[in-house]
């Protein structure tokens, strides 16, 4: 079991920078697949990005924040934290961190199997 609690939420003006964090408990976090995913009132909730630890990092982005936000995982403190930057307002969202027992990167929010209670993101333009 793995429970996800994400911290770094906040307000902050367009061009601005946030870093989330997500801290995890649970012995298997460092195989598992670890991912942030957003929400918009009224939209689906969407990739933003993902990482998974085999030998290196490896991860993947959603295009519209490639350039933008940088994912990492420190899997000694248990954390993963998705580094935002150049915010515009349609990045305002609440931000929810998952986490993943496959053995790939996913982009969809169904093959994810833990998440946490997300944290609000609001960029004033």
């Known amino acids: 079991q793995v429970q996800l609690v994400e911290s770094g939420g906040g307000l902050v003006q367009a061009g601005g920078s946030l870093r989330l964090s997500c801290a995890a408990s649970?012995?298997?976090?460092?195989?598992?697949?670890m991912g942030w995913f957003r929400q918009a009132p009224g939209k689906e909730r969407e990739f933003v990005a993902a990482?998974?630890?085999?030998?290196?990092?490896?991860?993947k982005y959603a295009d519209s924040v490639k350039g933008r936000f940088t994912i990492s995982r420190d899997n000694a403190k248990n954390t993963v934290y998705l580094q935002m930057q150049s915010l515009r307002p349609e990045d305002t969202a609440v931000y929810y961190c998952a986490g993943d027992r496959g053995l790939r990167i996913s982009t969809q929010p169904s093959e994810y199997d833990y998440w946490g209670q997300g944290t609000q993101v609001t960029v004033s333009s």
């Open positions: 649970g012995r298997t976090f460092s195989t598992y697949s």
């Open positions: 990482a998974i630890y085999r030998g290196g990092i490896v991860t």
